[in-house]
C-alpha cells in the first residue's frame, strides 16, 4: 500500500507563477485535507473535503483552489503564487470522521514549496 | 472557538531521562485529543488519541498520556527518552463540527542530549 503520496516533493516557484499539487491516496478514504506548516505556526488548514466532488474551506483558503473530481486525488491549485506561500504542504485523508476511533488520519510526507 | 496550546516550543533531555511534554485546549464538551511525532522530512504520525474513558491512555514507541479535564490538559509523557525521540510533537484537538478537520498546536521541538 502507498498510503497518501504527495507530489512533486520540493518546488521552487516566482511570484505569479502557478502549480498545482498532487494528493493520492489509495485506501478509498472519503475525507481528505490540506495543511500547510510554517515555523512555530503548527499545521493549518486550507481546504478540505468530505467526499469526491465535495470541497469546502478551511483556516487560510486565500489563494488557494482545490479539487475532488476522483475520490482517490485531492488536488491543491495555486493560481498566482506570492512569497508568503512558501511552506510544507501536507495532505492527509481519513476513512470516516476522524473521530471514528477506528479511522484515523493518514498524512503524506510533505512539498516543500519555495517561492521568490 | 477551538484551540488548542503547547507551552513549550523547544525541550532538551539527556537521554534515559523522563519527558513531559504539555497540551492545553480549549473546548467546550468533550475532547476528541490526539498526539502526533514528526521526524525531519516526514509527515506526522499518530501516536496516541483519546475519545472517552479511561484518562490514561497508551501509545506506541512506549509514550503515554493523560486526560485531566480540570486543567484542560492532555499531556505527553514518556518514562525514558531514546535519541531515536527527537523530533517535533504536536498536540491536536478535532473540531466540534462535521469537518473531521483537526486543530493543531504550535508544537514542541524535542531535542534528545547523548
Known amino acids: 500500500n502507498a498510503g497518501v503520496t504527495q507530489t512533486p516533493k520540493f518546488r521552487v516557484l516566482k511570484t505569479g507563477q502557478s502549480m498545482t499539487l498532487l494528493c493520492a491516496q489509495d485506501m478509498n478514504h472519503e475525507y481528505m485535507y490540506w495543511y500547510r506548516q510554517d515555523p512555530g505556526m503548527g499545521l493549518r488548514l486550507i481546504h478540505y473535503?468530505?467526499?469526491?466532488?465535495?470541497?469546502a474551506k478551511g483556516e487560510v483558503p486565500d489563494g488557494y483552489n482545490v479539487s475532488r473530481l476522483k475520490k482517490q486525488n485531492f488536488l491543491l491549485g495555486l493560481e498566482s503564487a506570492a512569497p508568503s506561500q512558501t511552506s510544507v504542504y501536507f495532505c492527509?485523508?481519513?476513512?470516516?470522521?476522524?473521530?471514528?476511533?477506528?479511522?484515523?488520519?493518514?498524512f503524506g510526507n510533505g512539498t516543500r514549496l519555495t517561492v521568490t | 472557538a477551538q484551540s488548542v496550546t503547547q507551552p513549550d516550543i523547544h525541550i532538551t533531555v539527556s537521554e534515559g531521562a523522563s519527558l513531559e511534554l504539555r497540551c492545553n485546549y480549549s473546548y467546550g464538551a468533550t475532547p476528541y485529543l490526539f498526539w502526533y511525532v514528526q521526524s525531519p522530512g516526514q509527515g506526522l504520525q499518530l501516536l496516541l488519541k483519546y475519545f472517552s474513558g479511561d484518562t490514561l491512555v497508551q501509545g506506541i514507541k512506549g509514550f503515554e498520556a493523560e486526560f485531566k479535564r480540570s486543567q484542560s490538559s492532555f499531556n505527553l509523557r514518556k518514562p525514558s527518552v531514546h535519541w531515536s525521540d527527537a523530533a517535533e510533537y504536536f498536540c491536536?484537538?478535532?473540531?466540534?463540527?462535521?469537518?473531521?478537520?483537526?486543530?493543531f498546536g504550535q508544537g514542541t521541538t524535542l531535542q534528545v542530549k547523548p
Open positions: 491536536a484537538v478535532v473540531d466540534s463540527g462535521n469537518t473531521g478537520k483537526l486543530i
Open positions: 473535503s468530505v467526499g469526491e466532488g465535495t470541497t
Open positions: 492527509a485523508s481519513s476513512w470516516r470522521h476522524p473521530v471514528d476511533f477506528n479511522s484515523p488520519l493518514h
